[in-house]
């Protein structure tokens, strides 16, 4: 990808504005040092690319009526048949839009990738492909995946399988919706807040945030490294089990699966939760956006499992209030730096950078005036702070985190799971469209207090239907040690049985 040569005018102007003076009153033989070391530009290109994700010719799709999608929980519809036999034949399969499929539109929520198709798939796309599974669309997710609601994709609302007018939660919206609605059988969704759990909780569907790494997230859409999370979201149980079965392991590539450990998601599932130890978490509850029913509903939960055979006591952790307000430093620098100022990727990782999907957003840097108010309030307050501090606070909190994961390592020594709510409430309203900024940004964050943490701490995480407060679903998120989501699986398959 060839330059063009400098000036010393450019040079010049550029010195000045760094603060070297000394080159600017003297541009010469600096330009014509530059202008020499561009020159390696022209020898990477020299070099061929390895195809590293695999691509496939011009597929046909639609995009859904919103008669045949009332709420709006699909991008585009496909058939995509995948392998004649495997785990997951038969099974129809929804993808979020975050998630390269080769030659589908990703848009990503935004009009900045409106008109943007990748050239290869997702390594959990290839995964899903070769079990068996048949893409049948994109699903609709929150504007650049910065939301918790589903009200601020470019193309529109998703609304509640369970209520129209009302959010299905966010960022993984469609994926959750097209559960609920029957459109699909098993979805894909991304999870940097709790953007799998928080959908699950609100449309009434399983989702699990997997141990950071277990599931490579290689040719998705990332929000920041740190937190990047991929899984499945089902309409049970047993089939997130399966589908991680397909799901998770090393893919050679994605540089934040490092140690990871692939466990036996199936064989224990029906083993009920006798003498398991479920730690009921006290500062998941009664937070300043609960709602006392979720909250009791939960408890009955948690009480169905002790009526099992489960030891259920309740446990603190005080720093779990903390979570969001690490998990918010980080994010807005991260955030901002990785997806608004880079292109989409970060430096300094062994990683594969999809370079059509950045070259895409570099054309149309300067495209920002559909940007919701969410997404500008993290790219004012991460300019603010860096212009202060630099990425001091971005590293004070990633160090503090290490606090935070060691307080409920602690918790999860003397118990085998930790329940909480995994919302404090039950589905919002949609915002109106002329909704103000901080209705809109409201809107977006509520939901989180309970999921966040563990973006952080890398812990497992999934969230199973435990009820309903005024025909709105109620989530019970359930986490667990480090790589050990087959406890997890089997305290939530008591969890459904026994409603």
Known sequence: ???????????????????????????????????????????????????????????????PSSEE?????????????????GPLAGVRLGVKDSIMVAGLPMANGTDVLADFVPSGDATVVTRALAAGAEIVGKTTNEYLCMSGGSHTAHSGPVHNPHRMGTSAGGSSSGSAVALGTGD???????????????????????????????????????????????????????????????????????????????????????DGVRGLRVGVLAEGFGGPNAEAAVDQNVRTAAESLRELGA???????????????????????????????????????DDYYPTDLMQHLFDRRRTVAGRPANVLLFTLVGRYVDAQHGRLNYARAVNRTRTL?????????????????????????????DASPGAVIQAAIEMSSNTTPFNITHHPALSVPCGTVDGLPVGLQLVGRHFDEATLYRVGNAVERSR
Do not use: C
Request: zero cysteines; proline letters at 9%; a negative charge.
């Open 1 to 63: 990808m060839s330059l063009p040569t400098p000036t010393s005018a450019a040079i010049s102007a550029l010195a000045s504005e760094l603060g070297y003076t000394a080159v600017a009153d003297a541009p010469d033989e600096y330009t014509a040092i530059i202008t020499g070391l561009l020159g390696v530009y022209d020898a990477v290109d020299s070099v061929p690319e390895p195809h590293v994700l695999p691509g496939r010719a011009a597929v046909a799709y639609r995009v």
């Open 69 to 85: 999608d009332p709420h709006h929980a699909w991008e585009v519809r496909t058939s995509i048949p995948g392998a004649a036999s």
């Open 184 to 270: 699909a059988d098993m979805t894909l969704g991304a999870d940097q807040a709790g953007s799998i759990r928080m959908p699950a909780s609100w449309s009434g569907v399983v989702g699990l945030k997997p141990t950071y790494g277990l599931v490579p997230y290689t040719g998705i859409a990332p929000l920041e490294g740190f937190f990047d999370h991929v899984g499945p979201m089902t309409r049970t149980v047993a089939d997130n089990a399966r589908f991680l079965t397909v799901l998770a392991g090393s893919d050679g590539i994605d540089p934040r699966q490092r140690d990871i450990r692939v466990g036996d998601y199936l064989s224990a599932l029906d």
């Open 311 to 349: 030891v259920v006591e309740d446990v603190s952790v005080p720093l779990h209030h903390l979570g969001p307000a690490l998990w918010t430093a980080i994010a807005i620098e991260g955030m901002a730096e990785t997806v608004l100022r880079n292109q989409g990727f970060a430096f300094g990782r």
């Open 405 to 433: 994961r060691a307080a409920y390592d602690e918790a999860l020594s003397r118990f085998d799971v930790l329940l909480t709510p995994t919302t404090p409430q039950t589905a919002r309203a949609l915002p109106a469209p």
